[in-house]
């Protein structure tokens, strides 16, 4: 998966089948078109030394 950041703007693009399904989940979960949208919210710690693993909450 390519992440680029962009000042406030991040794109995700998929590298393979499996992770664009994986994406197309997260967003169906994420983006809802008659409630609020939802949002991912950081926990935790990245540290990639430590563990190369960053876990957000959808909120």
Same mark, same amino acid.
């Given at each position: 998966? @390519? *992440?680029? =950041? @962009? #000042?406030?703007?991040?794109?995700?693009? $998929?590298?393979? /089948?499996? !992770?664009? /399904? /994986?994406? !197309? *989940?997260?967003? &169906? %979960? %994420?983006?809802?078109? *008659? &409630? @609020?949208? #939802?949002?991912?919210? $950081? %926990?935790? !710690?990245? *540290? $990639?030394? #430590? !563990?190369?693993? /960053? &876990?957000? =909450?959808?909120?």
């Amino acid at each position: 998966m @390519d *992440i680029t =950041v @962009d #000042k406030n703007v991040v794109e995700f693009k $998929p590298g393979n /089948a499996q !992770e664009t /399904a /994986a994406m !197309e *989940i997260l967003w &169906r %979960i %994420i983006v809802d078109c *008659i &409630r @609020d949208n #939802k949002k991912l919210v $950081p %926990i935790g !710690e990245y *540290i $990639p030394s #430590k !563990e190369n693993l /960053a &876990r957000f =909450v959808i909120e």
